[in-house]
């Protein structure tokens, strides 16, 4: 029973010596740095608007870094927004912005969201309208 425990115990031991730790050399160690895009208003409250009556509001944002910013995917959540955006890249301490224009066909209150990736983050930014048909 005694050399079964030495001998688990070395085996354990011997596969411990495959595993790795990451290093600050390794490209899974990351570090987290400030975004390259600061938005205008990631909200914006429309207020009341008439019904039949499209509204476009306007995101806009900086590029605070220091490479190009490119907006790769713009993306509605329903069929009820259409969206547009500056499609050039914006260069660094410049301005662009997502556009979206929202179709007040039912009325009530409402909330919708356009997500926008870019190559200048790793998590799309979620931009919110609001506001009430009447």
Request: proline share 5%; hydrophobic share 35%.
């Amino acid at each position: 029973m005694k050399t079964l425990k030495i001998s688990i115990f070395a085996a354990a031991l011997g596969l411990m010596s495959f595993a790795t730790l990451p290093t600050h050399n390794d490209p899974i160690v990351k570090t987290k740095t400030a975004s390259a895009v600061a938005w205008k208003s990631e909200t914006i409250e429309i207020g009341n608007i008439p019904q039949g009556t499209p509204k476009s509001v306007d995101f806009e944002f900086k590029n605070t870094g220091k490479t190009d910013v490119i907006i790769t995917n713009v993306k509605a959540s329903c069929g009820c927004t259409a969206t547009d955006y500056t499609k050039t890249p914006i260069k660094p301490g410049q301005s662009g912005k997502v556009t979206a224009t929202y179709n007040a066909a039912n009325k009530g209150a409402f909330t919708k969201t356009v997500t926008v990736t870019t190559n200048a983050e790793e998590t799309p930014k979620t931009l919110t309208i609001k506001g009430t048909v009447i």
